[in-house]
């Protein structure tokens, strides 16, 4: 029984990487003042962007696979500006926006890859290697299960929450996100560009959601 936990925990923890970095995302939006229910269109797009990038550029090296990454990433957040442009600019409802971005990503996704490639399914060479921390694997109990067998991308969406807590709630920054979700007017009154803010908000929540795309298909 115990073999079997450590060998499923990696999984386990590689799988819930991708969900938390895009609720970082969804954070971001959030408390911008933002509703953004179109995290997993956005998801859809970073995936696809990632999977074609390291499908086509794939040199046998690691680094092709964290340019795709980050391209996903980009990717989400040049698509997350139709719903900004879309609730903020022009006050859509916002729910229904981020429901036509969970609904025209997937369709435009399949286009692309039956153009692009003659099929809508792309198929991945390689993906992140996983690797045992150096002294922590060592640590009875808790090394095997957390620090064995991992991906490094684990770790670091795991440091993308703590630096997202220390933003959201340690900077001033933070606080004047905060405040154009829960005071957009007095906000305004203090000189604070509420549609900058809210702008910036969706953007991060697009691409933090892009990469987490990527993530899941490795």
Known sequence: MWEFIVAMMPYALA?????????LGGLFSERSGVVNIGLEGLMVIGAFTTAFYINQAYQGSDSTIWIGILLG???????????????????????????????????LTIFLARTLTGSQNISILKGVSRFDAPILSDIPIIGPLFFSKMYLTTFIVLGLVVLTWYIV?????GLRLRACGEHP??????????????YFGVLASGFLSGIGGALIIF
Not at 15 to 23: E, G, N, R, S
């Open 73 to 107: 990433g980009v990717a989400g957040c040049l698509f997350s500006l139709l719903h900004a442009y879309a609730s903020i600019n022009l006050k859509a409802d916002q729910v229904i926006s981020g429901t036509a971005i969970n609904l025209l990503a997937p369709a």
């Open 169 to 173: 709630f340690k900077t001033s920054f």
């Open 185 to 198: 007017q007095a906000a305004d009154s203090m000189g604070i560009n509420v549609y900058k803010m809210r």
């Open 15 to 23: 799988f819930t990487a991708p969900m938390l970095v895009t609720a």
